[in-house]
């Protein structure tokens, strides 16, 4: 959530950053409007409440003294009934003002490309060289029908469109790189978690998925208002929602494998087949708590992290900055990973790597004490380390034979058992 005094004191150059992301001038208008007569009831009312309290002091000293208090009571009564009237209509402004903020994008760094859509990102750079193959490659849900290890036709018989059975060595597959995954985020600092696989509004809110991006995720129906994870950012920082953590102990990194859960209630009719847009999928993500001074470091550093995945992995890949049109709504910077898919000729996400700032810390109330005793709000990171679908998809098409079999990347091969093709 962006910080409304700096709205209120930096109004121009926060119109001018969301504008870019497709705010209308017209919404930060109301707000400001909004906010100013919200800040007007405020005083209002202060100048009453002390109105009152003086009052009531000279009731006290009337009856002190033993005179007729009858007149300041009578006043003090007046000015109470005023000053609940009045703060029933802050209320109502408090409101107003809440609900045009906590749907505002974050504000983009100053080194973010500004464009209306993904057309508009910046290649940053190319890793890896793209495979060339003497015979017309396959596309892997035709590659893993044929190898008997992925079953998309009972998986919509069981459940529906977007749902898959994995069998056999693409189960294992599955499992081998989410653990090679794991075991690689270790090796650079962080700590393993196992999360919830749902999570009450109030973390959904903190991270920024609601109130807008209600319709993208699957909320259960009962009264407990538990939703299914989107993604294991969530329970992952809100690890430390409504919590002070002492500054010295960050940064703080955390990585976890989860089941994400996504309705694609705006990506209609896109990536109808295979592995690339699921309503359920695995994904292991990194999460970062930083020092402000040092977020963009961590960020850097996240990208490194999910780049190393990839080259170990023999992928080709490209990292990508998102433009201002293109970026998530928590984020105020963001660079994409994506990995080569050689039956689109094209490569494709595989890792969203953000930056947001405060945005989120503001929203949940995470916070960390400096060196003075001083309470400040820190920056929170996230990333893909990586989509494992999407990881199963780029090595059945960039590891194919001409045989129809799949080579395993040696990497994977003691996760495997020593498996080396899939065939």
């Given at each position: 959530?962006?910080?409304?005094?700096?709205?209120?004191?930096?109004f121009d150059?926060?119109?001018t950053k969301?504008?870019?992301?497709g705010?209308?001038?017209?919404?930060?208008?109301?707000?400001?409007?909004f906010?100013?007569?919200?800040?007007?009831?405020?005083?209002?009312t202060?100048?009453?409440?002390?109105?009152?309290?003086?009052?009531?002091?000279?009731?006290?000293?009337?009856?002190?003294?033993?005179?007729?208090?009858?007149?300041?009571?009578?006043?003090?009564?007046?000015?109470?009934?005023?000053?609940?009237?009045l703060?029933?209509?802050?209320a109502?402004?408090?409101?107003?003002?809440?609900?045009?903020?906590e749907?505002?994008?974050n504000l983009?760094?100053?080194?973010?490309?500004?464009?209306?859509?993904?057309?508009?990102?910046?290649?940053?750079?190319?890793v890896?060289?793209?495979?060339?193959?003497?015979?017309?490659?396959?596309?892997?849900?035709?590659?893993?029908?044929?190898?008997?290890?992925?079953?998309w036709?009972?998986?919509?018989?069981?459940?529906?469109?977007?749902?898959?059975?994995?069998?056999?060595?693409?189960?294992?597959?599955?499992?081998?790189?989410y653990?090679?995954?794991?075991?690689?985020?270790?090796?650079?600092?962080?700590?393993?978690?196992i999360?919830?696989?749902?999570?009450?509004q109030?973390?959904?809110?903190?991270t920024?998925?609601?109130?807008?991006?209600?319709?993208?995720?699957?909320?259960?129906?009962?009264?407990?208002?538990?939703?299914l994870?989107?993604?294991?950012?969530?329970?992952?920082?809100?690890?430390?929602r409504?919590?002070i953590?002492?500054g010295?102990?960050?940064?703080?990194?955390?990585?976890?494998m989860?089941?994400?859960?996504r309705?694609?209630?705006?990506s209609?009719?896109?990536?109808?087949?295979?592995?690339?847009?699921?309503?359920q999928?695995?994904?292991v993500?990194?999460?970062?708590?930083?020092?402000?001074?040092?977020s963009?470091?961590?960020?850097?550093?996240?990208?490194?992290n999910?780049?190393?995945?990839?080259?170990k992995?023999?992928?080709?890949?490209?990292?990508v900055?998102?433009?201002t049109?293109?970026?998530?709504?928590s984020?105020?910077?963001?660079?994409d990973?994506?990995?080569?898919?050689?039956?689109?000729?094209?490569?494709?996400?595989?890792?969203?790597?953000s930056?947001?700032?405060?945005?989120?810390?503001?929203?949940?109330q995470i916070?960390?004490?400096?060196?003075?005793?001083?309470t400040?709000?820190?920056?929170?990171?996230?990333?893909?380390?990586?989509?494992?679908?999407?990881?199963?998809?780029?090595?059945?098409?960039?590891y194919?034979?001409?045989?129809?079999?799949?080579t395993?990347?040696?990497?994977?091969?003691?996760?495997?058992g020593?498996?080396?093709?899939?065939?």
């Open positions: 959530m962006l910080d409304i005094k700096q709205i209120r004191n930096n150059a926060v119109e969301l504008k870019t992301r705010v209308s001038s017209e919404q930060l208008y109301e707000l400001r409007d906010d100013a007569k919200r800040r007007e009831l405020i005083i209002e202060e100048a009453l409440k002390k109105e009152r309290n003086d009052a009531s002091e000279a009731i006290g000293l009337a009856k002190r003294n033993k005179e007729d208090a009858s007149g300041a009571i009578a006043k003090m009564q007046e000015v109470s009934s005023h000053i609940k009237a703060d029933t209509e802050l109502v402004f408090d409101e107003k003002v809440t609900a045009i903020i749907r505002l994008p983009p760094a100053d080194d973010v490309p500004v464009g209306a859509d993904e057309d508009d990102n910046v290649e940053v750079r190319r890896g060289e793209i495979p060339t193959f003497d015979f017309e490659p396959q596309a892997h849900w035709d590659l893993g029908e044929k190898l008997g290890i992925l079953d036709e009972r998986g919509a018989k069981v459940t529906g469109s977007r749902f898959l059975f994995y069998k056999g060595l693409g189960a294992r597959l599955e499992r081998a790189l653990n090679f995954m794991l075991d690689e985020h270790a090796k650079e600092g962080y700590t393993e978690m999360t919830p696989y749902m999570v009450n109030d973390s959904m809110y903190g920024g998925q609601y109130p807008k991006f209600k319709e993208d995720t699957f909320e259960l129906t009962d009264d407990r208002g538990f939703v994870i989107p993604t294991a950012e969530v329970p992952l920082t809100n690890y430390y409504d919590e953590i002492d010295a102990e960050l940064p703080i990194y955390f990585t976890a989860s089941p994400s859960f309705s694609e209630a705006g209609a009719g896109r990536d109808t087949r295979g592995l690339i847009r699921l309503h999928f695995h994904k993500e990194m999460v970062k708590f930083s020092k402000p001074e040092d963009y470091k961590e960020l850097d550093k996240m990208v490194e999910a780049g190393n995945i990839l080259e992995l023999g992928l080709a890949y490209r990292v900055a998102l433009s049109g293109d970026m998530g709504f984020a105020a910077k963001t660079f990973l994506e990995v080569w898919i050689p039956a689109q000729n094209t490569y494709r996400e595989i890792s969203s790597c930056n947001t700032e405060d945005f989120q810390a503001r929203r949940a916070r960390y004490r400096d060196e003075d005793g001083k400040q709000l820190l920056h929170t990171l996230n990333g893909s380390g990586l989509a494992v679908g999407r990881t199963v998809a780029a090595i059945l098409e960039n194919q034979n001409a045989d129809g079999s799949v395993v990347p040696e990497v994977l091969r003691p996760y495997l020593g498996v080396e093709v899939i065939k």
